[in-house]
Nanobody, 129 residues
Framework: QVQFVESGGGLVQPGGSLRLSCAASGFSLASYNIGWFRQAPGMEREGVACVSAYDSSTFYADSMKGRFTISRNNAKNSVYLKINSLKTEDTGVYYC??????????????????????WGQGNQVTVSS
């Protein structure tokens, strides 16, 4: 069975930190580019951060740089998104996704396109005091 299971969401106060995780089963993340996406209330899904399969290069949306960190642990077949200094506007549903390890560029465009093979189930993050 192919699974991509998210965890780590929840309610967090502004200024706090959170780490989201996605764990893969049935396929090896080492061979896949991985992305994190966010869908805020009333807004379209946007790419947050991506990491390449080739050399673990990371790419961030401009507004995410500095506070968001994507990382991968191939030994654990997992990917993470660490968010620091959370803001209320970070509220939304966060999704992990995976696709084959082709080169998609050197910018947040690395997260672009609609050919992602696997998606996590979504992880609600609510930032509120």
């Amino acid at each position: 069975q192919v699974q991509f299971v998210e965890s780590g969401g929840g309610l967090v106060q502004p200024g706090g930190s959170l780490r989201l995780s996605c764990a893969a089963s049935g396929f090896s993340l080492a061979s896949y580019n991985i992305g994190w996406f966010r869908q805020a209330p009333g807004m379209e899904r946007e790419g947050v951060a991506c990491v390449s399969a080739y050399d673990s290069s990371t790419f961030y949306a401009d507004s995410m740089k500095g506070r968001f960190t994507i990382s991968r642990n191939n030994a654990k077949n997992s990917v993470y998104l660490k968010i620091n200094s959370l803001k209320t506007e970070d509220t939304g549903v966060y999704y992990c996704a995976a696709r084959g390890g082709a080169n998609y560029g050197t910018s947040i465009d690395f997260c672009g396109g609609d050919n992602w093979s696997y998606w996590g189930q979504g992880n609600q993050v609510t930032v509120s005091s």
